[in-house]
């Protein structure tokens, strides 16, 4: 089936931008040159994803070896999307739905995370509220440069930062009308300080499925779900290997971090969001794919067994089904997908590839290796994993 997978036109539901910390001022700004200095040591401490890469250019070879195998900012194309679209091509990509890295140390902070706890030095008070803001405004202002520019192939996300529902709208109208068109909220904040299911939100959900625009979850702000991190502050929970900023460092965050999404999730579905908004694009991303199955089937059974009557009013489809419409979700490399879309047949359009290219999370020649999870399937079910199914974050 290597031969069907040449020929198909990929769609790539996470990659990302990875600038090392000497060139955020040129191709972000001024708030972003400045973030690079006061996280200058923070992002020293990285390993194969580090940021601290001083005079590194984007030149490193495009090969068709290269582009599955080189991590980090010295991976061809990391900054230079001008080359990305080169690394595209070598890696048989059509397009490429785009997440931040410089941003996310901003974006995080900014909307709750706990990075600060790890060392990143943010300045107190308003001074560090103005840059975190700056440098997202930048990085927004990037994203919509990127999205508009002619042939474009790439589809970055927005951050949604706003406190309230008059915020995220405004931020969210601005966006979609110079061009954006796949946004990321925070995971573990609700939405402009409201349940995802309130009607105070509906405004927003239609406007980005009127415009045809990604709402996206994606691993780095899932702090604040928990209303205590005292769970997991255990010896066996100790921070290990500095790698990402991402992926939780040890073993209890790393298997929970998909619960903020979970919860965000089930209120949208179980509120009926997908109900009154049946175009509306969402995507739940990095966030592994071993939860999204039970999920559905735990609210299936819940509606059509004790909440039949009530729910009936709400939806008219059970649960699975407006998760397999709406919803794409992204399975980690060394994830078992085969038997998801065996055990669970019902949500076939929802798992999505992802190559997190140039991220090391994203394993080595990612593409082949759920290839070979997937060619006892047949060629339907490769075609949906590899195209249709994240079609639907990425449309053309």
Known sequence: MQDLLERLPVIDVDAHEMAPAHVWGEMFGPHSARFAEVAADFIRSFGANSFWRPGLADDAAITPASVWTEKGPSAPGAFDFDRRRRVLDA???ARQLIFPSAALLAFGPLTGSSLASLGLPIP????????????????????????????????????????????LMEQAGDLVARGARAVWLPTGRPPGGRSPAAPELDPFWALMAANGVAVTLHLGTDSGFRSSDVWSQAPAFAVGKVDSVEIALEPFGTTTVHMGASNFLSAMVLGGVFERHPMLRFGVIELGATWFGPLAEHLDLWVERIYAKRMAKVLSMPPSAYMDRNVRVTPFYFEPVDLYFRRYPQLSHAWCYSSDYPHVEGGVDSKLGFLARLEPLGAETIEKFFVGNGAWLVPE
């Open 124 to 167: 107190a008070g308003e001074e560090g509220q103005r840059m975190l803001r700056g440098v997202v405004a930048e990085y927004n202002d990037w994203v919509v440069r990127t999205t508009i520019a002619p042939g474009s192939r790439f589809r970055p996300a927005a951050l949604l930062s706003g406190a309230t529902v008059d915020e």
């Open 91 to 93: 890696m048989g990509i």
